[in-house]
């Protein structure tokens, strides 16, 4: 009969926050084994940790899907590729007036980071004029954060968009090495990676995180976890997947709100100190553990996702503050 190792979750935070070592791999795969009558307890340990970095501060990104579908990859995941049949907008890249509404409503809901998102492989050099011309302009007229996510970079392309003032860039390493094939057969595990060295190289800060409920393994969720620390993402957006009916993975029913804390929790221990965000599927998933989400995460995406809904921003609102949290304060101009 399997014996169930336990972990003293508290005495585990006391390690991270006495300086010691972050979450092993096998107290990772303890976090996401954890029994539902322990979840409190694991929770505890990672709101302690969340709490010794970010405070009870949340931080709010809005993002823009600038330019939908017609993708010629085939993320088994994604509504946007071209195996989906799945019934959204496609349309190309918006224009500089939409693009810079979209930072003017991030600028006013309060999110301290706007992310621009475009579908595709990768930019195209004439895109990259674009948006560089637009990121600058965002950046003379609002005091917020810019992080685009525009697939596979080039060293002179994330040049040119580090000389625009570019923040961050997104790019998910999405899930293990080993699970990866499994999930996509038009780049490799090794092509995401190239990308999110070559956005740090030029000092960009780099958001790479992963999507969780695709049929991964509790071992492949620990090894994308690890890996995203050893790369040094700072920030590490959790997704939970959202089976689109349309994607090869329409039927992949697997998550429930318990393993959705248990991974965010597990997350927060591996990568005690960066930001972490409840990133697509939060609604549809943790449902109505939502708030639970933030002892362990510190970032949620406010409005909608790339092609489906989000709750409305009030919502959001009210739950932050219901919390006793709040929300975090933008950086000032230039900052
Ligand atoms: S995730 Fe990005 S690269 Fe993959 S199919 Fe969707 S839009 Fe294309």
């Given at each position: 009969m399997e014996t169930q190792v336990r972990f003293d979750w508290a005495a585990i935070a006391d390690r991270i926050l006495s300086g010691g070592e972050a979450a092993t791999a096998e107290e990772a795969l303890g976090a996401l084994r954890c029994p539902d009558e322990e979840l409190l307890d694991l929770l505890a340990a990672a709101y302690r940790v969340r709490r010794h970095y970010f405070g009870n501060r949340v931080h709010l990104h809005l993002l823009l899907n600038a330019q939908s579908g017609l993708c010629p990859e085939d993320c088994h995941y994604c509504s946007q590729s071209r195996?989906?049949?799945?019934?959204?907008?496609?349309?190309?890249?918006?224009?500089?007036?939409?693009?810079?509404?979209?930072?003017?409503?991030?600028?006013?809901?309060?999110?301290?980071?706007?992310?621009?998102?475009?579908?595709?492989?990768?930019?195209?050099?004439?895109?990259?004029?674009?948006?560089?011309?637009?990121?600058?302009?965002?950046?003379?007229?609002?005091?917020?954060?810019?992080?685009?996510?525009?697939?596979?970079?080039?060293?002179?392309?994330?040049?040119?968009?580090?000389?625009?003032?570019?923040?961050?860039?997104?790019?998910?390493?999405?899930?293990?090495?080993?699970?990866?094939?499994?999930?996509?057969?038009?780049?490799?595990?090794?092509?995401?990676?190239?990308?999110?060295?070559?956005?740090?190289?030029?000092?960009?800060?780099?958001?790479?995180?992963?999507?969780?409920?695709?049929?991964?393994?509790?071992?492949?969720?620990?090894?994308?976890?690890?890996?995203?620390?050893?790369?040094?993402?700072?920030?590490?957006?959790?997704?939970?997947?959202?089976?689109?009916?349309?994607?090869?993975?329409?039927?992949?029913?697997?998550?429930?709100?318990?393993?959705?804390?248990?991974?965010?929790?597990?997350?927060?221990?591996v990568n005690p100190d960066r930001e972490i965000r409840i990133a697509g599927g939060r609604e549809l998933h943790l449902r109505t553990l939502q708030p639970l989400g933030l002892y362990a995460a510190n970032s949620i995406f406010i409005g909608d996702y790339l092609t489906t809904k989000g709750q409305a921003p009030e919502a959001d609102y009210r739950m932050i503050q219901d919390l006793g949290f709040e929300v975090e304060t933008r950086p000032e101009r230039g900052g």
């Open positions: 195996i989906s049949r799945a019934q959204i907008a496609r349309y190309p890249m918006q224009s500089r007036e939409t693009i810079l509404a979209g930072a003017e409503r991030a600028f006013q809901l309060g999110a301290a980071t706007f992310c621009i998102v475009t579908s595709g492989r990768g930019p195209s050099d004439r895109h990259i004029d674009f948006l560089c011309e637009v990121v600058r302009e965002i950046k003379a007229r609002f005091p917020i954060k810019v992080c685009c996510c525009l697939g596979l970079l080039r060293p002179d392309q994330a040049e040119r968009l580090k000389q625009a003032g570019v923040d961050r860039y997104n790019h998910n390493l999405n899930t293990s090495r080993r699970f990866t094939p499994r999930i996509v057969t038009t780049h490799t595990y090794e092509d995401r990676l190239q990308t999110a060295r070559t956005v740090q190289q030029v000092g960009i800060g780099l958001c790479s995180g992963a999507i969780f409920g695709m049929g991964e393994t509790d071992e492949d969720i620990v090894e994308v976890a690890l890996a995203l620390r050893e790369l040094g993402a700072e920030s590490i957006p959790v997704n939970f997947l959202h089976p689109i009916a349309g994607t090869p993975l329409e039927n992949q029913w697997a998550l429930t709100p318990q393993r959705c804390l248990k991974i965010l929790a597990m997350m927060r221990l």
